[in-house]
């Protein structure tokens, strides 16, 4: 059929199914929870008084959540007058490499009209001055996936591919956030240390596991992205510790109170 051979026709019908399911015809705002981040929105979601949830296997295209931390619920929510569709958890590349699925949230998100997309991640930090907790604006991306998400268009412009106007506005809410590049590297596996060492060599601040191809399937379709990483552990060969997952849900909900803050001022000022 066309929807299993088009990306955007299959979001058009994920999106389609999303309206019957939340009885919202639009939404404004994408919000893709990495790591960490859910308890961020479970703060707003009491605000909201309200909210719709459901798994994402209940639309066309989605699939079943994998990873332990990461969940495959979608939940719709009203935030300060915008519809917020937040993701409670990702599709990820290292789960078997295919990139449609990976851009198929904030694809489906952009038909359903969010014209910002909200991404975050936990990430390892590559610079000293990084503490475990800190969110960090993504100011620019290294894809070291080298796969694209793009289908058909043709060499599109990424100078602007985290959003400058978005960028400033966090940084009003909050001047003392650090920004920093994000590497993303394939996974599942951690870097080593000499990964770290080239990663650094090569620009980046941050390298995590997801968030720069999604960036670059909403930029294409349209929409305004902010990255925002949530800085759970050093990275390899920085502090000679190894590394775990649990280290990494546990910074996250050190962390939720801030980044649910930032996350609810955002909303309030789009
Ligand atoms: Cl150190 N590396 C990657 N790739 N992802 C991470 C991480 C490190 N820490 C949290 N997520």
Do not use: I, K, N, T
């Given at each position: 059929t066309a929807s299993a051979s088009d990306?955007?026709?299959e979001a058009r019908a994920a999106a389609a199914r999303l309206a019957e399911l939340t009885g919202v015809r639009q939404h404004d705002v994408a919000l893709v929870l990495g790591s960490g981040w859910v308890p961020a929105v479970d703060r707003m979601s009491e605000d909201a008084g309200g909210h719709v949830e459901f798994d994402n296997t209940e639309l066309?295209?989605?699939?079943?959540?994998?990873?332990?931390g990461h969940s495959g619920k979608i939940r719709s929510l009203e935030v300060s007058g915008k519809r917020v569709l937040a993701f409670l958890g990702r599709t990820?590349?290292?789960?078997?490499r295919d990139v449609r699925a990976v851009a198929h949230g904030v694809r489906t998100a952009?038909?359903?009209g969010c014209r910002v997309t909200v991404l975050t991640n936990a990430c390892g930090g590559l610079r000293a001055d990084m503490n475990v907790g800190d969110p960090v604006l993504i100011s620019d991306s290294i894809n070291l996936t080298w796969a694209t998400p793009l289908v058909g268009a043709r060499f599109v412009d990424l100078t602007d591919l985290y959003s400058k106007r978005l960028r400033a506005l966090?940084?009003?809410i909050d001047p003392s956030l650090a920004e920093g590049v994000y590497a993303q590297f394939p996974g599942p596996q951690y870097e080593t240390p000499a990964e770290v060492?080239?990663?650094?060599t090569l620009g980046a601040d941050l390298v995590g596991m997801s968030t720069v191809l999604e960036a670059i399937a909403a930029h294409a379709e349209g929409s305004e992205v902010l990255g925002i990483s949530l800085v759970t552990n050093l990275a390899a060969g920085i502090t000679g510790e190894p590394l775990n997952h649990e280290e990494v849900l546990a910074a996250g909900k050190a962390a939720a109170t801030r980044a649910g803050?930032?996350?609810a001022e955002l909303l309030a000022r789009l």
């Open positions: 990306p955007s026709e066309p295209g989605f699939r079943a959540a994998g990873v332990a990820h590349y290292y789960e078997s952009a038909a359903a966090m940084l009003e060492r080239m990663a650094r803050g930032l996350l």
